[in-house]
């Protein structure tokens, strides 16, 4: 592992330097790290969410830790210089011994910073080869047995400055890192683990875009609760005493910051930690709890007769699998994080990190059994499509357009909850896609017909989408102005977004397109991180008068879609049932 080579050389390096430029300078030296370090710790929090997140987004904690730690240590070390001009004498191998050994100890707190601080950059979950913690297939995470250093300089570190902030440091700070960072080498370790999930995902929050709801607590056994979820969390030990089931309501906004990355809000399991504080011996300290599930709120249009503080109510999904993450594309988005954590020593709630971003948790919590179980919600039970069965299709209706002035160009025609495009092709003449079993994940080509039969290995037949959401097939067809003024109209309104939108609101834009063309070849482009914003992004000037379009949307299960817009002006009403 070449993580190991680069520390041991830096570590041997440095301890010969400092064995040879005497006892006395390494020793100042090690005191400029450990006074450097301390410092750049304490500014790391308030530069990072105060000045960097807004502007250099996911680079932010990992600049606000080794930016100030290394400016800090360079000028110190030039003022130290500057005012200590000699060296104190002592015998030559003292100086090599001492010295060194100053060197050792001064080079391993500075390879853990850094090790910490690249730790949480927005890089690949593996540094140089080392990658300490892994998902495991049901969900958890744990130690990776693969990947370990022949020394620990990020546990070292991370514990050489959780013990001064709460010792010497302590009277200046006031706040023991241990409390507020518990195993900040794991946290450093986790940041990244999100790409596991999902390479897209982001690795950051600002505090205007999540915010934390009501909290329930409960201890267990927990009784009431359906069975399905109860079976999901047995594995916690929820049936036996000496535990306690914790909720803690979220809500997440879109922002342009980074937070939803590329319109999709992807959040993995491995971004969300509770914060406990235990009394043991007499001193309080914390520990850090993943989630075992979360809870989606499924909100319902209220009817006459029922009450507007009636909850809506919730779907709970347990992390059961190295694959569960919370992903969703809608602006807003309400989850609530299950957790189960000992009651033993007194272990009480604190903090809930979200994404690096620490919340305090209120003190007073719902403890009602009703409201608890609520919280919590209820499991859908899904009969899932084989990966080589298509959805099954449902027909919609759409109505005819509404708004004034020339039509935008295009108009809908057909509407189907579907994944199937509209003829299947070989991967074997398809080499700019990349797939998931005979689905297209992303991607962009002209694929010619395919004569013949097509191999079940190599069939490509639909779109791809996660369990959570369901697909959506909207036709449109040309619909062009007449005059020339009408032409001018319906350029400027190509420019205007297009979108599906559902019962509740919320509005689902197209992840990509299929154009049919008469001879039997498909111009594919599917790009679910980028979706289509406007109609000027369809290839309109490229259809025939017997040439198809096709429309695709991930949209969530359980609403209704109930028209197609083209800006404010044009509307479609459309009827769609989605069913959860």
């Known amino acids: 592992m070449l993580a190991n080579v680069l520390i041991i050389l830096f570590l041997a390096l440095m301890?010969?330097?400092?064995?040879?430029?005497?006892?006395?300078?390494?020793?100042?030296?090690?005191?400029?790290?450990?006074?450097?370090?301390?410092?750049?710790?304490?500014?790391?929090?308030?530069?990072?969410?105060?000045?960097?997140?807004?502007?250099?987004?996911?680079?932010?904690?990992?600049?606000?830790?080794?930016?100030?730690?290394?400016?800090?240590?360079?000028?110190?070390?030039?003022?130290?210089?500057?005012?200590?001009?000699?060296?104190?004498?002592?015998?030559?191998?003292?100086?090599?011994?001492?010295?060194?050994?100053?060197?050792?100890?001064?080079?391993?707190?500075?390879?853990?910073i850094v090790l910490i601080g690249l730790g949480f950059m927005p890089l690949s979950a593996s540094l140089a080869g080392y990658q300490p913690l892994a998902v495991n297939a049901d969900g958890t995470v744990g130690p990776n047995p693969d990947s370990r250093l022949w020394v620990r300089v990020d546990h070292h570190a991370a514990g050489f400055f959780t013990r001064v902030s709460g010792g010497a440091f302590y009277p200046w700070?006031?706040?023991?890192?241990?409390?507020?960072?518990?195993?900040?080498?794991?946290?450093?370790?986790?940041?990244?683990?999100?790409?596991?999930?999902?390479?897209?995902?982001?690795?950051?929050?600002?505090?205007?875009?999540?915010?934390?709801?009501?909290?329930?607590?409960?201890?267990?056994?927990?009784?009431?609760?359906?069975?399905?979820?109860a079976e999901a969390l047995n594995r916690q030990g929820i049936r036996n005493a000496g535990k306690r089931i914790v909720i803690v309501d979220t809500e997440w906004q879109k922002k342009q910051d980074g937070t939803f990355d590329s319109n999709t809000l992807r959040i993995a399991p491995t971004q969300i930690r509770l914060i406990t504080h235990a009394t043991q011996r007499g001193h309080t300290v914390a520990h850090l709890h993943p989630p075992v599930g979360f809870a989606r709120t499924i909100s319902r249009p209220k009817t006459a007769n029922e009450a507007e503080q009636a909850p809506d109510p919730r779907r709970f999904t347990p992390i059961d699998n190295g694959q569960v993450a919370a992903n969703d594309n809608r602006p807003q988005q309400k989850i609530a994080w299950v957790f189960v954590v000992p009651t033993a020593d007194n272990e009480t709630p604190r903090f809930i990190q979200l994404r690096s971003l620490r919340f305090d948790?209120?003190?007073?919590?719902?403890?009602?059994?009703?409201?608890?179980?609520?919280?919590?919600?209820?499991?859908?039970?899904?009969?899932?499509?084989?990966?080589?069965?298509?959805?099954?299709?449902?027909?919609?209706?759409?109505?005819?357009?509404?708004?004034?002035?020339?039509?935008?160009?295009?108009?809908?025609?057909?509407?189907?909850?579907?994944?199937?495009?509209?003829?299947?092709?070989?991967?074997?003449?398809?080499?700019?896609?990349?797939?998931?079993?005979?689905?297209?994940?992303?991607?962009?080509?002209?694929?010619?017909?395919?004569?013949?039969?097509?191999?079940?290995?190599?069939?490509?037949?639909?779109?791809?989408?996660?369990?959570?959401f369901d697909m959506v097939r909207l036709q449109v067809e040309k619909d062009l102005a007449m005059s020339t003024l009408g032409a001018a109209i319906t350029a400027a309104k190509a420019l205007q977004p297009i979108w599906l939108e559902d019962n509740f609101g919320d509005k689902w834009y197209p992840l990509g397109y299929v154009l049919l063309k008469d001879n039997g070849t498909q111009r594919v482009n599917i790009?679910?991180?980028?979706?289509?914003?406007?109609?000027?992004?369809?290839?309109?000037?490229?259809?025939?008068a017997n040439d198809e379009m096709y429309l695709y949307f991930a949209v969530r299960k359980g609403i209704t879609i109930t028209s197609y817009n083209i800006g404010q002006s044009d509307r479609y009403p459309c009827n769609l049932v989605i069913p959860d």
Request: proline fraction near 7%; hydrophobic fraction near 45%.
């Open 15 to 112: 301890a010969y330097w400092w064995g040879v430029q005497g006892f006395f300078s390494a020793l100042l030296h090690l005191l400029l790290v450990i006074v450097c370090g301390a410092i750049a710790f304490a500014l790391w929090e308030p530069l990072a969410e105060g000045l960097l997140l807004p502007a250099i987004g996911q680079l932010a904690w990992g600049v606000a830790l080794l930016g100030p730690f290394a400016l800090l240590l360079i000028i110190s070390r030039t003022v130290m210089d500057m005012l200590v001009r000699k060296n104190v004498q002592f015998s030559h191998l003292i100086n090599l011994i001492c010295g060194g050994v100053c060197g050792l100890l001064a080079a391993v707190l500075t390879a853990g």
């Open 173 to 229: 700070s006031g706040h023991p890192m241990t409390l507020y960072r518990p195993d900040l080498a794991h946290q450093a370790a986790l940041f990244r683990m999100s790409k596991h999930y999902d390479e897209n995902a982001s690795l950051i929050a600002t505090h205007d875009s999540v915010r934390v709801g009501t909290v329930y607590a409960h201890e267990t056994p927990l009784e009431g609760l359906p069975a399905p979820v």
């Open 361 to 468: 948790l209120p003190k007073s919590m719902n403890t009602e059994p009703a409201a608890v179980i609520a919280a919590i919600g209820a499991m859908q039970v899904e009969q899932k499509v084989q990966p080589d069965q298509p959805l099954p299709s449902t027909v919609g209706t759409v109505g005819r357009r509404r708004g004034s002035g020339p039509p935008a160009g295009h108009k809908a025609e057909r509407i189907v909850r579907t994944d199937t495009l509209p003829r299947s092709f070989s991967k074997n003449r398809a080499s700019g896609f990349r797939f998931v079993n005979s689905a297209v994940h992303s991607g962009s080509q002209q694929v010619p017909p395919t004569e013949g039969h097509i191999g079940q290995k190599t069939k490509v037949d639909s779109v791809y989408h996660s369990d959570d």
């Open 527 to 544: 790009d679910p991180d980028n979706p289509i914003m406007h109609a000027k992004q369809l290839p309109f000037w490229d259809m025939g």
